[in-house]
């Protein structure tokens, strides 16, 4: 999930750049995510489900790692920083509005339609799974390579919680284990977030320390 999905822009960037087939699948992986995040925040207010609402958080939390990956290559540390602040903002932002949503089902207690959430998990499942085998060559790459393709085989995980949260749904009527599931991945959203904004607030306090003098 993005909340694990975070790169060493640093020292890993040169490489990755240096492929242009690399650079072509990144930009099939940001797009299929933004899409994806589209698809699953409109089922997700659709058909009430909080899951469904958190994955398409991931989605979005790893388009803008996508972006971040293909736009700070080989630029100051001090803006891929900023970029990096922007990034985890929306995350936590995103995250504590899920944490509302699962807080107002669970007060409300209506459950959400399960065919919905099965039917754009799956779809959401195939497309990382899709997004993984385009990877899969890149996997033994450096460590930003490894981790934006363990990125994506993690977030298949998430998908596949989402499917189940839609069968317990679907056999119990009960809200609950997509309430259940959501929480867990919106913990995970505002985790990822503030580690992000921590490290970015570092990075930026360390750029603008004046340099030793020299004699």
Not at 60 to 66: E, P, R, T, V, W
Request: aromatic share 8%.
């Amino acid at each position: 999930m993005s909340a694990h999905c975070q790169h060493d822009h640093d020292n890993h960037g040169a490489p990755a750049s240096a492929d242009p087939r690399y650079r072509r699948i990144l930009w099939v992986a940001l797009i299929v995510n933004a899409a994806m995040f589209a698809v699953e925040l409109g089922a997700g207010l659709q058909s009430g489900s909080a899951s469904l609402l958190a994955d398409a958080i991931d989605f979005l939390g790893d388009a803008a790692n996508y972006a971040l990956s293909l736009w700070v290559l080989g630029m100051a540390l001090t803006w891929r920083a900023r970029a990096a602040l922007v990034k985890g903002v929306s995350m936590l932002a995103f995250g504590v509005f899920v944490v509302g949503r699962v807080v107002w089902g669970a007060w409300h207690g209506v459950a959400p339609e399960p065919l919905t959430m099965g039917t754009i998990g799956l779809l959401a499942l195939a497309a990382n799974l899709g997004v993984a085998v385009l990877l899969y060559a890149y996997r033994e790459g450096d460590a930003n390579m490894r981790g934006v393709w363990l990125c994506t085989r993690n977030d298949a995980l998430g998908n596949i919680a989402v499917m189940g949260a839609a069968l317990g749904v679907f056999g119990t009527g009960s809200a609950w284990p997509d309430l259940a599931v959501a929480a867990i991945m919106a913990w995970l959203a505002i985790a990822g977030g503030t580690s992000v904004i921590r490290q970015a607030r570092q990075e930026l306090a360390s750029e603008s320390q004046p340099l030793p003098h020299v004699r």
